[in-house]
């Protein structure tokens, strides 16, 4: 296994830590460590270091031409594992609407299934303009998600701190999601043409 894809199977293994430190299971001294700040900061770092490593394959696998088969699909799908299961964890925690999830999730879902229409047919889909803005929006709503209950305090009545900004950001994911998912609808309509 390339250099590359040890990096893109190092962030599908990062998400079980991930998800252990943002969802406390039961009680007792693990569940008061994980929603302390400490708990917050490092499973924020290891999402950093997760996110990262997908900005560092790729640039790895084109620079030596390591471009892979398997690197292709568990890319996509290392990707989409920790952005959907760090938002899973944010609505089990109460800070972001499972609505935003399920459109986060269908897209994911139909561009999947336009690229593998596209791969029966022969043709390759490269990332576009608004996924590639999608997946920086994604990953910058998530850091600053992650670190939002260091800086704020929850509002009386509420066990979940939020921001304006943060509200803001999570609007703008949704947008450039949905407008991404558009996208490649329009541009590859003629996959679904009966020809």
């Known amino acids: 296994m390339n250099l590359p894809n040890k990096l893109t199977m190092l962030r599908i293994i990062l998400v079980i830590p991930l998800m252990l430190l943002l969802l406390p299971l039961g009680g007792g001294v693990w569940a008061e460590f994980v929603v302390s700040d400490t708990g917050r900061v490092l499973a924020t770092i290891i999402f950093i270091v997760a996110a990262l490593t997908d900005f560092i394959d790729g640039r790895i696998a084109r620079a030596r031409g390591l471009i892979t088969n398997f690197g292709k699909l568990m890319d996509s799908l290392a990707d989409k594992l920790l952005v959907l299961s760090t938002f899973i964890a944010l609505t089990q925690l109460g800070r972001v609407h499972g609505l935003i999830v399920v459109i986060i999730l269908a897209r994911e879902l139909l561009?999947?299934?336009?690229?593998?229409v596209a791969a029966a047919q022969g043709t390759v889909i490269a990332a576009g303009?608004?996924?590639k803005w999608k997946a920086a929006c994604q990953m910058f709503t998530l850091v600053y998600l992650?670190?939002?209950?260091?800086?704020?305090?929850?509002?009386p009545g509420k066990t979940v701190a939020?921001?304006?900004?943060?509200?803001?950001?999570?609007?703008?994911?949704?947008?450039?999601?949905?407008?991404s998912g558009l996208d490649y609808v329009l541009k590859h309509r003629d996959l679904f043409s009966d020809k």
């Open 111 to 116: 561009v999947t299934g336009i690229r593998q």
């Open 129 to 131: 303009k608004f996924g």
């Open 146 to 155: 992650l670190l939002e209950p260091l800086f704020f305090m929850p509002a």
């Open 162 to 179: 939020t921001s304006l900004f943060g509200d803001i950001l999570l609007a703008l994911t949704i947008v450039l999601t949905v407008l």
